[in-house]
């Protein structure tokens, strides 16, 4: 506003948003967190729960700076991919930002999510690119193989689930629609135990009570499922009547595991897991590869749709059998393995040394015998690898939400692979990277979206890049 006043000559301050302020607003696009977003005298709104092509009464709830946030007073023109959402607790809980809207309509706007950011970041048009349409499921509900709820009490009951948008009151969720049904028939008939043995649950503010988080995961293809007790202290109170009357309701289960965190911290997990029942790991299998997973170890959440997020890559990473591949960020190795087929010689580092040793051990599992792994940053081992006279024709990245650091951007520039294929989880920092390795010689050829989390507004990106 200052400078448009400068430009100008005129007073604009008449223009300011003022928090209570009502207005009719057009909804132009989604947001990244799923909010719409409209512009009223030049500034911009975001409106959670309002669609794209909705028209609305918008009222101010904050106003600041060049942004202010509203919500619906009443929707004067409804979008055609206004949903009525299937969940009970949905405008509570905020686990989920999209029930609202038609899955159709999810999709074309998590596509336009991942334009946005290039348009903001970037001068990239991607009209002159391969931008394909978003890559999303036949049955979007029901894909999430974990769960992870805290534990609390609500009018003498023990309750699980997520702490409500913006608020500390814990939303119960007893059959939530995201989730495996499996992870909620555990979750559930865990916590009935807890009361009904009058197990202490844990009370923040208090610091006081034992049981804090009830970990669930499950293997879609093998059907091994682990609970996993998140404990404020080692000692449970009938703890051993607590394990044997999950193993009585639940007599299928693979695995019972307490891990133990006496911090005051919002971290779930501790530093000490120990097994009470079962194995310490469950399998799961996804197309020829099976993986172990103990129960702090990253795995995909959305298996089904995992298998095109890595089909997506290998596509991109156009392999002929004859390239030298790296896999930055490999964690226990997924992707590395999903490609190694079409590589010469595969290569992956990650600086948690436990999965480097998973890494190693899958690889062997999967007779995969020209892989090798290393523990460490990709910025070390690049360069040194490069003296030795080893030049990498492809690298694959997976950053985490915080995308490349500075330092392996450079690396990146320096080593100069033919090919990067880079996986994001966050189209922002993707398209902040891709224009710094635009200005080093790196051209975008092509941008596929995947919907890996339906009903929420996340979208992960497969982008190939060519020097």
């Not at 799961?284 to 749709?305: D, I």
């Not at 095109?308 to 030298?324: P, Q, T, V």
């Not at 910025?379 to 030049?391: M, S």
């Amino acid at each position: 506003m200052k400078q448009q006043r400068k430009d100008t000559g005129k007073d604009n301050s008449h223009l300011k948003i003022k928090k209570g302020q009502r207005f009719p607003l057009t909804i132009k696009r989604m947001g990244i967190d799923g909010e719409g977003v409209g512009f009223f005298k030049r500034q911009v709104v975001f409106v959670p729960g309002a669609l794209p092509g909705e028209e609305i009464v918008c009222e101010v709830t904050k106003a600041e700076g060049k942004f202010a946030t509203g919500k619906i007073v009443k929707i004067r023109k409804e979008s055609k991919d206004r949903v009525a959402p299937p969940c009970p607790v949905y405008a509570e809980c905020g686990g989920c930002q999209l029930q609202h809207m038609a899955y159709g309509g999810q999709l074309r706007s998590k596509k336009d999510i991942v334009r946005q950011a290039f348009e903001r970041y970037t001068k990239i048009n991607l009209d002159k690119i391969n931008f394909k349409d978003t890559i999303g499921m036949d049955d979007p509900w029901n894909y999430r193989n974990k769960s992870q709820l805290q534990v609390g009490t609500e009018k003498g009951k023990v309750i699980a689930g997520l702490y409500s948008t913006n608020s500390h009151r814990l939303i119960d969720l007893e059959d939530c629609a995201v989730q495996h049904p499996q992870t909620n028939k555990v979750t559930n008939t865990v916590k009935q135990i807890i009361e009904d043995l009058k197990i202490p649950v844990y009370n923040e503010r208090k610091r006081s009570g034992v049981i804090r988080t009830i970990v669930t995961r499950v293997g879609f293809e093998t059907g091994e499922y682990q609970v996993v007790l998140v404990t404020k202290e080692r000692d449970i109170p009938k703890g051993k009547l607590l394990i044997d009357e999950i193993k009585r309701r639940l007599p299928d289960v693979t695995s019972i595991v307490q891990n133990i965190n006496p911090k005051k911290t919002s971290l779930v997990f501790g530093d000490e897991t120990v097994t009470l029942f079962g194995k310490d790991k469950i399998e799961e299998k996804m197309s020829e590869f099976s993986f172990n997973l103990s129960p702090r170890a990253f795995f995909q959440l959305n298996p089904v749709q995992t298998k095109k997020l890595y089909n997506s890559a290998k596509e991109a990473a156009k392999l002929s059998g004859k390239e030298k591949v790296v896999d930055a960020y490999c964690g226990v190795g997924t992707i590395g393995l999903w490609l190694a087929d079409g590589a010469a010689e595969l290569r992956g580092m990650d600086v948690i040394d436990e999965a480097i040793q998973d890494a190693r051990k899958n690889a062997e599992v999967h007779g995969v015998h020209h892989a090798h792994y290393v523990t460490g940053k990709a910025e070390t081992w690049l360069p040194k690898w490069e003296k030795e006279g080893w030049h990498p024709d492809v690298v694959v990245v997976d950053p985490p939400r915080t995308g490349l650091d500075r330092s392996f951007i450079e690396t990146l520039l320096r080593v100069k692979p033919k090919r990067i294929v880079y996986v994001s989880c966050n189209p922002s920092t993707l398209a902040k990277n891709v224009n710094d390795l635009a200005r080093g010689g790196y051209k975008l050829k092509s941008l596929q979206p995947v919907d890996m989390f339906p009903q929420t507004a996340q979208v992960e990106v497969v982008s190939e890049l060519t020097l």
